[in-house]
């Protein structure tokens, strides 16, 4: 809350009031709407003026409050940011999912440079369709249906924190859709190239420096290895792959490595 001058007029048993800020000759006016204080400038000089216009303000607040408009509006760029804070708390606290960072990379590189300046609450389908067009003009291409789902649980992520601090009502969260085009399913190695790529593992792993860098090399061998010979996808399965999920047991003379992994 700003330094209020000491002309401060107290209205509606409290609910409303109005200041002047330091160096400003304009009214100010703050009242309070479903818990939250709304704070605007009447843009009046005159205080009988800044009254009318202030009480104008509170009953249009009012009205959006009672027909579940959002109470507060907010610039789609502030509400973005807090949603990245958030996010980053998350992680740095262990408890955000891994695509947070991915989110935040759209949210920055592709939602607040289009959204940024719109208020919130205004983001509706012509938006999203302008949005779409401006998006494929930037990546060059029409994005894949992947991309679109990270980019709507990205958006999403925004009118949640928008919902969550009352900038918008969670009736008038816009509907998403993909309509991106299908992956393109990468190509496999085949037999003799993964040969050749294990056959040369040795060398390479000698050609590396003594210390670290042999043994990240000597790591890779390994993880590659494990990901060919097991179908452990790798990211989401081999990260949770740990020591104590390793085990070596013999079935009828013969030996054989366990992995569990959750």
Known sequence: ????SQKTVILNDGDLKLYKRARSRSWQATFNIDGHWVRISTKCR???EAKVAAKAQMVEYQFRQKHQLPVVS???GDVARLA?????????????KKTYRDYIIVIERY???FFGSMVVSNIDYEKLKEFDRWRAEKMGREPKASTLNTHNSALNRVFDEAVLRGFLSKSHVPMLVNKGRDSERRPDF???EYRSLIRSFPAWIERGRKGKSREMRLLLRDYVLILANTGIREGTEADNLLWQHVHLFEDKGKQYLEMSVN
């Open 1 to 4: 809350m700003p330094v209020l």
């Open 46 to 48: 005159d205080l009988e």
């Open 74 to 76: 907010k610039k789609f």
């Open 84 to 96: 990245i804070a958030e996010m980053r708390k998350a992680l740095e606290a262990d408890r955000g």
């Open 111 to 113: 939602l607040i440079p």
């Open 190 to 192: 085949t037999l003799e």
